[in-house]
């Protein structure tokens, strides 16, 4: 099989310190977190930003600091996520990718999310769409539910996308699919030939769905947006720890770890 690619996902949106102390939050926190994940293996961070509060932020200044901080601190790709936070609207969101990161999620449809509602209005996601092209940041597509990656496909036709597609599959979210392997095979088998995947397991499931994604032939992603555990009862510690977990197990199974280099060609990345 061919190299993985890690993505360490170092925040999210949703956890707080109050639910692990060693969540990173601030920007110099967030470029030492993804130190450690390059450092442990990942070729990919993903990024989602907090204001002095900890709170959700799509504030384009603290974005391009974040942005910033880790080039200085790392080799890894950096994906900027506008999913920023359930409560950012939608207007404010898609202005972070003027941050002008490598790469960008695009999120194609609005869905309930755990206790919550995850708005991503059609036009406006034509939108980001649009100006991610114009300004040359790969979209990663987010793929929650089967019906997301019609969506997906529907904004290729219109020409706001090129092949070859990035995909991110992420199983377990409530008022998504559910972490299951038939979840994951029948949107892999619907993907359009040539375009890389990874998969995103939340919670609990994820170690169980990643290993399942590396093992056919995908990438795979963790870090504390997706779990705080290192194992049952065991609070992750850092994010490298969990990257560290992943990349054993891909290794374990003769998936080499892909480094930032070689995570460029494989997602055919412009220099």
């Known amino acids: 099989m061919s190299d ?10 949703i956890a707080t310190k109050q639910d692990n102390p060693a969540l990173p939050t601030s920007p110099e926190e967030i470029a030492a977190a993804a130190a450690g994940a390059s450092d442990a293996g990942a070729a990919v961070v993903h990024i989602h930003i ?3 509060q900890g709170r959700p932020t799509a504030d384009v200044q603290i974005a391009r600091r974040v942005v910033g901080l880790i080039e200085d601190s790392c080799p890894a790709l950096i994906q900027l996520s506008t999913g920023v936070g359930l409560d950012v609207p939608y207007e404010a969101r898609e202005k972070l990718i003027e941050a002008r990161p490598r790469m ?3 999120n194609v449809c609005t869905m309930s999310f755990g206790i919550g509602e995850f708005r991503n209005p059609p036009e406006g996601v034509r939108r980001l769409a649009s100006r991610m092209g ?8 987010e793929i929650y539910d089967t019906g997301h990656l019609d969506v997906a496909l529907s904004l290729v036709a219109e020409g706001l996308l090129a092949e070859p597609l990035q995909f991110s599959i992420v199983l377990g979210v409530r008022g ?3 972490a ?8 892999v088998a619907r993907l359009p030939a040539g375009s890389v995947w990874q998969v995103i397991g939340i919670g609990r499931a994820n170690l169980q769905m990643t290993t399942i994604g590396l093992a056919l032939g995908g990438n795979a992603r963790t870090g504390m947006e ?19 977990r992943l990349v054993a197990i891909a290794r374990a199974i003769e998936r080499e770890p892909a480094d930032a280099s070689r995570a460029r060609e494989l997602l055919s990345l412009a220099d």
Not at 4 to 13: K, Q
Not at 134 to 141: D, K
Request: hydrophobic fraction near 45%.
């Open 4 to 13: 993985a690619i890690i993505t360490a996902a170092l925040t999210g949106p």
């Open 134 to 141: 114009e300004l040359g940041i790969r979209p990663e597509l």
């Open 226 to 244: 997706d779990t705080l555990m290192l194992r049952r009862g065991v609070p992750a510690g850092s994010n490298s720890e969990l990257v560290e």
């Open 180 to 187: 299951t392997v038939e979840s994951l095979m029948s949107i």
């Open 104 to 106: 960008a999620t695009l």
């Open 50 to 52: 907090r204001d002095e």
């Open 176 to 178: 998504g699919a559910p």
